[in-house]
């Protein structure tokens, strides 16, 4: 299989429905992506995590087709960052107001949820350790996959 880089999700699609590409993998939030699945125009295989998107409900998610989380590593996230050296109170405000934004339900709805995203709103902690994990799952599928990085 080899990765064939996209302008964006419309044009992987116009190739993908044209035959030229026999397989996509697409944030199931771009624009038509889930209505096309629940129709039938296009196949499902799988959704990132560990249930299924209620955008897709009869698509089956990674760790329910028996991937386990470290094989099922490829989840998009998006989180807040401050400078390194930010006042510990400047990060524990920031943090405070962003998890309320992103906690709450209008907000939630209408750029997460309905784009596939699961809102989460975790303390700075425990965003630190997710992203030490993430970089350790990404490692292990990189190192299983054998890429190397050219110089």
């Known amino acids: 299989m080899a990765h064939i880089p996209y302008q964006s999700a419309p044009v992987a699609m116009l190739a993908f429905k044209s035959g030229d590409i026999q397989l996509l993998y697409l944030i199931i939030g771009n624009p038509d992506i889930a209505r096309q ?10 959704v990132p995590g560990s249930i299924r998107s209620p955008l897709v409900p009869n698509v089956p998610s990674f760790a329910e087709s028996g991937l386990s989380p470290d094989q099922s590593a490829f989840e998009t996230w998006f989180g807040m960052f401050a400078p390194k050296g930010t006042p510990p109170d400047i990060v524990k405000k920031l943090n405070a107001e962003f998890s309320a934004i992103v906690k709450s339900p209008d907000f939630a709805e209408q750029y997460l949820i309905s784009k596939g995203f699961e809102p989460v709103g975790d303390s700075s902690e425990a965003f630190a350790k997710f992203i030490v994990e993430d970089q350790k799952k990404g490692k292990l599928l990189v190192d299983i996959s054998g890429a190397k990085l050219e110089q």
Do not use: F, H, P, Q
């Open 37 to 46: 699945i629940n129709e039938g125009e296009v196949k499902g295989l799988l």
